[in-house]
């Protein structure tokens, strides 16, 4: 809860992470990834900015190469009911043959649970994306702009007072060229070891239903773990 008339700052939060890995010898292996979460409150209204990104390479072969940024404006209609007026979203993996996809759209949302230690919400509406392959067969399209229904769901719970448990969930349906089925899974848990040190386990589930298959006929997987 946001208090009435709190200063600006006051109502400003956010994360920032990061980790890397590199090993020689024997392997040569490069692991990096780096995420930012920015949350801007007020009485009603909530916008946050979230960014996510991860590379590795072994042997000078990229074998993930990834970023999603996401932002989104959550407003209050009741104590239970809610409306997204817009988010917009943004992501790119070439390694799943996917230079970029863009999304934009609005939802509307209800509270299932909003108490002092378990928040879930869910939502849903229509959205807009446009998809750019790295490469595509003969005769294939490398953009596709295409309309699409959007349904997310936000599980958060406090399990202790330093130990939060967060699941995030955002599904598309859309043309078949488009992806048919898409989703983004974030499943994490949070421990508190200072007021501004934290040390998160993350798994995130990306998956698309029809892949694009590159020039060559190489299929990528339709799932995406890490």
């Known amino acids: 809860i946001v208090p009435a008339g709190s200063k600006p700052l006051s109502r400003l939060g956010g994360k920032v992470s990061a980790g890397l890995t590199v090993r020689q010898g024997n392997v040569d292996q490069i692991d990096a990834n780096v995420s930012a979460e920015i949350e801007h409150r007020r009485v009603r209204d909530r916008i946050e900015l979230d960014y996510y990104a991860t590379y590795s390479s072994n042997e000078g072969e990229d ?3 990834d970023q999603r940024i996401r932002s989104q404006w959550t407003h209050s209609i009741t104590d239970r009911f809610f409306v997204k007026p817009v988010f917009v979203e943004w992501f790119r993996d070439p390694i799943q043959n996917l230079d970029a996809r863009t999304g934009a759209g609005a939802e509307l949302g209800y509270k299932i649970f909003d ?13 807009w994306q446009q998809t750019g392959w790295v490469g595509v067969e003969a005769g294939e399209e490398e953009l596709q ?11 958060e719970q406090e399990w202790t007072k330093g130990i939060d448990f967060k699941f995030d969930y955002t599904f598309y349906l ?7 089925y898409i989703h983004h899974a974030l ?17 995130y589930w990306d ?20």
């Open 63 to 65: 074998t993930a190469n």
């Open 115 to 127: 108490t002092r230690r378990t928040d879930w919400e869910v939502s849903a509406g229509p959205a």
């Open 145 to 155: 702009t295409a309309a699409a229904f959007v349904g997310s769901t936000a599980f």
């Open 174 to 180: 859309t043309q078949e060229d488009a992806g048919r």
């Open 187 to 203: 499943v994490s848990v949070e421990t508190e070891w200072t007021d501004t040190l934290d040390f998160d386990v993350r798994l």
């Open 207 to 226: 998956r698309t239903q029809v892949v694009q298959p590159e020039p060559d006929s190489t299929v990528p997987e339709q799932d995406d773990f890490r």
